[in-house]
């Protein structure tokens, strides 16, 4: 088969969405080899996308090539591509991020599109009006078009029913995978140089991603602040963000602990394997997520999982990690102490949540997404 991808997030995001297309397309070339793939992308530049690129340069890449293309990259997506698909003979289409270029339908060739969340819809507030118009719109072409929409979880393939109307016949379930660094040990020499480069503690609860209103690092500081005197541990954040950011600052000042909070934001990916398997407990209270990715980075490291009731967080963490209300910080509160004071509980979150982990191990991930391809050859 000959699988086209749309690599634009490959090659221009640093985040989810970007982790889960270099992922995908990486744990595919490792484990199928017999196939061709070809990533269409926008012109990029930047050192981390080239790096990648130079990793994987049995890949080929296709850019805008005249100047008007380049300079309009978001048009040659729209508009162009299309046919650029069809002149480097790709069998299957799949975009990685909600969208698909327009005409796509009408050629003959087959199309996967996947939707990642709905979150803009279930939560209008966090979103300015016109994003909100632009997304839906997107997103409809895409599910309309597409032969077969990928849903990273069972919570977004009922919002694809709920919110879009979505043929549940249509609708394939592939779990999100996370990097394999994650699922093996670092050494000693490498985690010690890890915590003297960041000045970590002994002893952490941690928390990582964006330091935005929806993930909700705020209620995590507070409940901090109530534990400090019962625990030796301090709390550390990783993740960058704007206005939040400042809001959770600001807590971190008005609750006196700037002893016992820190905030990183320049965690490069190769050691972030490092945080999680030096902490002693990894918190995610967020509101709700398409996926929760940290949750499953942190299951593969060995570190016990608190997260938020509801949402997709079930599928991602599994029966023994422990559930919070994350509206509710005195919850919280009592969740942390729950799995601090209890060795046999962690013990149990430990070794059987790495166990729950394995169905989200890279090489069962992309069978799933390759039988996908192979429902729609002939």
């Known amino acids: 088969m000959k699988i086209g991808f749309d690599a634009k997030r490959i090659f221009h995001n640093f985040r989810g969405l970007g982790n889960y297309s270099r992922t995908l397309v990486e744990s595919l070339v490792k484990h199928y080899p017999e196939n061709d793939y070809v990533l269409f992308t926008p012109p990029f530049d930047d050192p981390r996308a080239r790096e990648w690129n130079k990793r994987f340069s049995n890949l080929l890449v296709v850019t805008p090539k005249s100047g008007i293309a380049k300079a309009f990259s978001s048009s040659w997506r729209s508009l162009f591509l299309k046919n650029i698909i069809q002149n480097n003979g790709v069998d299957i289409y799949h975009g990685l991020s909600h969208e698909l270029p327009p005409g796509l339908k009408k050629s003959k060739i087959k199309s996967v599109v996947t939707v990642h969340d709905l979150i803009f819809l279930r939560f209008p507030d966090y979103f300015p009006w016109i994003d909100r118009q632009v997304y839906l719109r997107k997103f409809k072409h895409a599910i309309e078009s597409a032969d077969i929409v990928v849903a990273i979880c069972e919570q977004t393939k009922n919002d694809l029913i709920h919110f879009l109307g979505c043929p ?22 490498r985690k010690e140089e890890i915590r003297n480069k960041f000045k970590l503690p002994e002893h952490f609860i941690l928390y990582v991603g964006a330091l935005e209103e929806r993930k909700n690092a705020l209620s995590l500081v507070k409940a901090f602040a109530r534990l400090k005197d019962l625990i030796p541990h301090n709390l550390v954040l990783v993740g960058n963000g704007k206005e939040y950011k400042k809001l959770v600052e600001k807590e971190i000042i008005h609750q006196g602990l700037l002893e016992r909070v820190s905030i990183h934001s320049e965690v490069k990916g190769e050691e972030l394997p490092g945080f999680y398997q030096m902490a002693d407990l990894f918190v995610y209270p967020s509101f709700f997520e398409g996926w929760g ?17 509801g949402s997709c967080f079930p599928e991602s963490a599994g029966p023994t990690s422990v559930y919070c209300n994350p509206y509710d910080v005195e919850d919280l509160v009592a969740k942390i102490e729950k799995v601090l004071f209890d060795d046999d509980l962690r013990d149990i979150m430990t070794r059987q949540g790495r166990e729950f982990a394995e169905q989200f191990h890279w090489k069962n991930t992309s069978q799933r997404m390759m039988e996908v391809y192979k429902e729609l050859m002939p």
């Open 168 to 189: 549940t016949e249509k609708i394939r379930v592939v779990y999100q995978s996370c990097h394999p660094q994650f699922y093996a040990g670092l050494s000693i020499e």
């Open 293 to 309: 990715i940290p949750n499953v980075e942190a299951l593969f490291s060995g570190v016990p999982v608190i997260t938020s009731e």
